[in-house]
């Protein structure tokens, strides 16, 4: 599977992004996604994840009610819909790939990052 992040970007604190994350192949919907991030001299840390079926998913606290992730298994497609955003969301966003089995300790697949600059 490959992974092509999209939809980074500079937005001003209080507002809104969407990330995509579209995936080649033709087993996605065998994937648990997730989004990650990182900022420069910290680990990449999973902030959201949502299970094959697109009916579980996760949040970490600080991201909780304020993004939303989902999933297109027909498109191929992950998401991060992202709101009431703030200077410390600032960080190069990573759309990840979990096989059946797997964890989040130990991704399978990568995508590139994209930037995201929350200005205050």
């Known amino acids: 599977v490959q992974l092509q992040a999209s939809g980074g970007g500079l937005v001003q604190a209080g507002g809104s992004l969407r990330l995509s994350c579209a995936a080649s192949?033709?087993?996605?919907?065998?994937?648990?996604m997730g989004w990650f991030r990182q900022t420069p001299g910290k680990e990449r840390k999973l902030i959201a994840a949502?299970?094959?079926?697109?009916?579980?998913?996760y949040y970490a606290d600080s991201v909780k009610g304020r993004f939303t992730i989902s999933r297109d298994n027909a498109g191929n497609t992950q998401y991060l819909q992202m709101g009431s955003l703030r200077p410390e969301d600032t960080a190069v966003y990573y759309c990840?790939?979990?096989?059946?089995?797997?964890?989040?300790?130990?991704?399978?697949?990568w995508g590139q990052g994209t930037e995201v600059t929350v200005s205050s």
């Open positions: 990840a790939a979990v096989a059946l089995g797997g964890n989040w300790n130990d991704v399978d697949y």
């Open positions: 949502i299970s094959r079926d697109g009916i579980s998913t």
């Open positions: 192949g033709r087993s996605f919907s065998t994937y648990d």
